[in-house]
Structure formats: C-alpha cells, structure tokens
C-alpha cells in the first residue's frame, strides 16, 4: 500500500479544469496542462480571455464548464486571495479535488472544501507530483 496523498487523486482523476490556464506557451499554467494533456488527462481550460487553449473550448468560470464537462480535478494557476470564490464553485460542481499551484495557499478556503469531502492539496505543482509518482512506479504513462 502506498500512502501518498497525491496518488488517489490521480487515481480517479479523468478531466482537470485549469482555472487561469494561459495560452501563452510561455507560462507555467501552459506546459502544466499541455503535460497533463500528454499524460491522457482531458484539460478543461478556464479563463474568460481566452476562446481556446491547446485545442480545449475555454470557459468563463468553473460553473460554465460543469455544465458541458464532469470535472474531477480543479487545478488552480490563481493569486491565492482569488482562491475562496473557486473553491466555493469547485465544491458547487461536485469535483472531487481542488489543487492550488505552487505559491498559491488559502488555508480558510481548503479547509472549506475538505470539510465538503474534496480531496485538497496546496502549494504543490501538478506536473512535478505527477511525474514524481511516474518515476517512482506508482503511476504508469498514459
């Protein structure tokens, strides 16, 4: 039995809505989810600015997007003070996780969402654990 946090969410994990997912190739939120993308995940991009991102219709908010997709994952590329309305929409639409990125924490907010039942994580990148749990043979390449 393994016992890192991170490897159930992965797990059950089929579809992630990105919320502040750029399109500028540049951008960290860009190669995290063009890799996730790679590894067989259905990307859900969310950003307002954007019509399209790596080939996905992009959606104005987390509500949008649950109304065309079951989203399993919402991965957060946000300041961290816009965490807590995000956090309210992603226990709305019954995800079952709330990721926030690296440099982003809002502990009141997580502690909200964990109280609803989603598995939360913060301050962590997706892409770096995701690869973690490859290399050590928890997952296997999609």
């Not at 997709?69 to 309210?88: G, K, M, Q, T």
């Not at 996780?97 to 502690?111: C, N, S, Y």
């Amino acid at each position: 039995m393994h016992a890192d946090p991170y490897l159930p969410i992965f797990e059950r994990t089929q579809t992630i809505a990105i919320v502040g997912l750029s399109p500028k190739p540049d951008r960290d939120s860009h190669h995290v989810a063009q890799y996730l993308q790679a590894q067989g995940f259905r990307i859900v991009p969310i950003n307002p600015a954007a019509p399209e991102v790596l080939g996905e219709r992009s959606w104005p908010s987390l509500t949008e997007a649950a109304k065309h997709h079951r989203i399993d994952l919402v991965d957060v590329f946000r300041d961290s003070a816009a965490v807590p309305p995000i956090a309210d929409e992603a226990i709305a639409i019954g995800a079952q996780a709330l990721w926030l990125q690296i440099g982003v924490r809002h502990d009141a907010a997580l502690a909200k969402a964990q109280a609803a039942g989603l598995a939360v994580v913060q301050d962590h990148c997706t892409l770096v654990e995701h690869q973690r749990l490859r290399a050590e043979g928890f997952l296997p390449p999609r």
